[in-house]
């Protein structure tokens, strides 16, 4: 019962770390994480219209 206790704990820390552009403030290292991704992905990140740049999620990848 422990170790499935532990393993929950570790699954929902985890969880909790691989956010991605959903929400948040639209920081360096948030875009540029996004930006990773997104050119991994084949395409671009830009901001999305009448998107606020301080927000992560109004920034989206298109594709080139």
């Known amino acids: 019962?422990?170790?499935?206790?532990a393993?929950?704990?570790a699954c929902l820390a985890l969880a909790a770390c691989?956010?991605?552009?959903?929400g948040g403030v639209a920081n360096y290292d948030a875009l540029r994480q996004a930006s990773t991704a997104c050119t991994?992905?084949?395409g671009k990140l830009v901001l999305k219209?009448?998107?606020?740049p301080q927000y992560?999620?109004?920034y989206g990848c298109e594709r080139k």
């Open 18 to 22: 691989v956010g991605g552009p959903e």
């Open 1 to 5: 019962m422990r170790s499935l206790a």
């Open 7 to 9: 393993i929950l704990i």
């Open 49 to 52: 219209d009448q998107g606020d």
């Open 56 to 58: 992560i999620g109004d």
């Open 40 to 42: 991994a992905k084949g």
